[in-house]
């Protein structure tokens, strides 16, 4: 079956960085999207970043923009999400999902993870 694993959430102060990484497993991972959400304290599940199979299209939640950055590595089944210039509103769980098309990870992701919090202190 289908399972997203996500590692590297943790504590970091404002300002910090951190940088997540989901292994995919049971799937054909270059054939599908990937994305990332999170869903803070009494928030709703928001999207976060999305990348397509080949990597080459990416696409970023206004209040993320210039701060995190998505990638993936095919070889490996791994999708990474880099976030710098924490703040404190970053603070989260934050889950992977995939889909087979980017349009679709955006809206309707087919498999999550279990989730990986991420807080930040001010």
């Known amino acids: 079956q289908v399972q997203l694993v996500e590692s590297g959430g943790g504590l970091v102060q404002a300002g910090g960085s951190l940088r997540l990484s989901c292994a995919a497993s049971?799937?054909?991972?270059?054939?599908?999207?990937m994305g990332w959400f999170r869903q803070g304290p009494g928030k709703e599940r928001e999207f976060v970043a999305g990348?397509?199979?080949?990597?080459?299209?990416?696409y970023y939640a206004d209040s993320v923009k210039g701060r995190f950055t998505i990638s993936r590595d095919n070889a490996k089944n791994t999708v990474l999400l880099q976030m710098n210039s924490l703040e404190p509103e970053d603070s989260a769980v934050y889950y992977c999902?995939?889909?087979?098309?980017?349009?679709?990870?955006?809206?309707?992701?087919?498999?999550w993870g279990q989730g990986t919090q991420v807080t930040v202190s001010s």
């Open positions: 999902a995939t889909a087979q098309s980017i349009a679709a990870v955006r809206t309707t992701p087919e498999y």
């Open positions: 049971g799937l054909s991972f270059n054939s599908y999207a």
């Open positions: 990348v397509s199979w080949s990597g080459r299209i990416t």
